[in-house]
C-alpha cells in the first residue's frame, strides 16, 4: 500500500460511526459487558448465578453511555479546530508529502514551493497531506529557505 492509498484509507475511516448510534462503539462495549462480570466473579471469588445479567447490563450501559460521551466530545473539540478559515494565511496546494518521513512541499498560489513538516500541520494524532490538497499556512524563513507553519486543510 502506498502513501496516496494509505491516507485515502486513513481518511474513510475517520468519517465511520459519527452518528449517535456506532455499531463499533455497541459492540466493543458489549465485548467488555460479557468479560468484566466473570473478571470481578474472579478476583472476588463469588459464585456469579443470577448476578451476572445485572452485571452485565449495568456495564454495558455504562461502558457504552462513556465511549458515546467520548466520541461526542472529542467530535466537539474537532469542530472547534476548524475556526474561521478566513484568514491572513497563504493559500496553496500540497506538491507532494511523504508521510512515512514526515514532510513534503507545498506550492504557493505565486508558483513558489515552501516545505513542510508534519509538525507544522494543525491536529492531533497522526497529520499527513495529500497530493494536491488545498491548504492554508504561514510562510516563514528556515534555514534552508521557505517553510510553511500552521498548515490546515481547506474542507470544501
Not at 491516507?7 to 463499533?24: A, E, I, Q
Amino acid at each position: 500500500m502506498n502513501d496516496h492509498q494509505d491516507n485515502v484509507s486513513h481518511n474513510k475511516g475517520s468519517s465511520v460511526g459519527s452518528g449517535l448510534f456506532s455499531l463499533r462503539t455497541f459492540i466493543v462495549s458489549l465485548v467488555i459487558a460479557l468479560i468484566v462480570p466473570l473478571l470481578i466473579a474472579g478476583v472476588l471469588k463469588e459464585e456469579m448465578g443470577t448476578n451476572f445479567l445485572v452485571y452485565f447490563a449495568f456495564i454495558l450501559v455504562s461502558v457504552y453511555v462513556g465511549a458515546m460521551v467520548s466520541q461526542a466530545s472529542s467530535a466537539g473539540l474537532d469542530s472547534e479546530s476548524d475556526e474561521d478559515e478566513d484568514d491572513d494565511r497563504e493559500q496553496g496546494t500540497v506538491k507532494w508529502f511523504n508521510s512515512s518521513k514526515g514532510f513534503g512541499f507545498l506550492t504557493m498560489e505565486n508558483g513558489d514551493d515552501v516545505f513542510v513538516h508534519y509538525r507544522a500541520i494543525r491536529g492531533r494524532g497522526r497529520r499527513f497531506l495529500v497530493e494536491g490538497q488545498l491548504v492554508r499556512f504561514y510562510v516563514t524563513e528556515g534555514e534552508k529557505g521557505k517553510q510553511a507553519e500552521n498548515v490546515s486543510i481547506i474542507r470544501g
